[in-house]
């Protein structure tokens, strides 16, 4: 029987590492797929993981019917047998539901990767589906960690040094840019923190600056 799977974790826990190992390891049994994308940092229609693996891909924009690529394909005496959906949480609920059909009607596996919530801790609209529709959802084993070294569980948007909790939902961008603030206005950058940093929005440059600022115990 085929399954829909979804894998989750926050930015930086390996998901589009792990899609394109699961493209391989079963292109490498002969079996046929399909890999798909949405506003990957490396450009459209790539697959890219920050250990350096990079693949082509087809992007699935808002508009994008995977119900009939599928059919099409087939049509066209393609065979299919999986496909690997990356940055499935900015797929629409939709599109989520076209691949639950073509799991159950024809018998493809699907494997999706995505992020669960956005810089606002709300689902996105993609990774809420698959939680609905999924056969499985796995988190990832490799952990992200917070800066204060507790399993990372949200995705905080930093823009101009400041973490923010307003603004568009989609806005690619990367974790480990080291660049001081200042010298890269208007970049946004994300830093991923456990739910007790992301509550108190205390980032590590805020948590640097803060203890550095503290006064002294007069015992110290
Ligand atoms: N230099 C490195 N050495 C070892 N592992 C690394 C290195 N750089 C990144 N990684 C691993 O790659 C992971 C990020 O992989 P990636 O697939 O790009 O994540 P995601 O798609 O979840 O954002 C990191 O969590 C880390 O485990
Ligand atoms: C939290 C959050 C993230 N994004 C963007 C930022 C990145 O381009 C991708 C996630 O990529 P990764 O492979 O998981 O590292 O999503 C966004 O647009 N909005 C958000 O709230």
Redesign the pocket.
């Known amino acids: 029987m085929a399954e829909l799977r979804f894998y989750t974790g926050p930015?930086?826990s390996g998901?589009?590492t792990l899609a394109l190992q699961t493209n391989h390891n079963h292109a490498a049994r002969g079996r046929a797929g399909r890999i798909f994308t949405a506003?990957d940092?490396a450009g459209s229609a790539t697959v890219s993981s920050r250990l350096g693996l990079t693949h082509d891909a087809v992007e699935v924009g808002p508009t994008f019917d995977f119900w009939r690529y599928t059919v099409d394909a087939l049509t066209h005496g393609a065979r299919i047998d999986y496909f690997i959906c990356d940055?499935a949480q900015f797929y629409s609920a939709a599109q989520i539901e076209e691949l639950a059909k073509i799991v159950d009607e024809l018998q493809i596996d699907i494997f999706c990767f995505g992020?669960l919530t956005?810089?606002r801790t709300r689902l996105f609209e993609g990774s809420a589906r698959l939680v609905e529709l999924a056969d499985s959802t796995q988190v990832l084993q490799v952990e992200a960690l917070c800066w204060c070294g507790k399993r990372a569980t949200h995705?905080a948007?930093v823009e101009d040094g400041i973490m923010v909790t307003e603004g568009e939902?989609?806005?690619?961008?990367d974790?480990d840019d080291q660049t001081p603030a200042a010298l890269r206005p208007g970049v946004v950058t994300?830093e991923v923190l456990c739910r007790q940093h992301h509550r108190r929005q205390l980032t590590a440059a805020r948590a640097k600056a803060v203890s550095l600022s503290a006064e002294p115990l007069p015992f110290a």
């Open positions: 930015m930086d998901k589009s506003h940092r940055e992020i956005d810089f995705n948007r939902v989609i806005v690619v961008g974790t994300y």
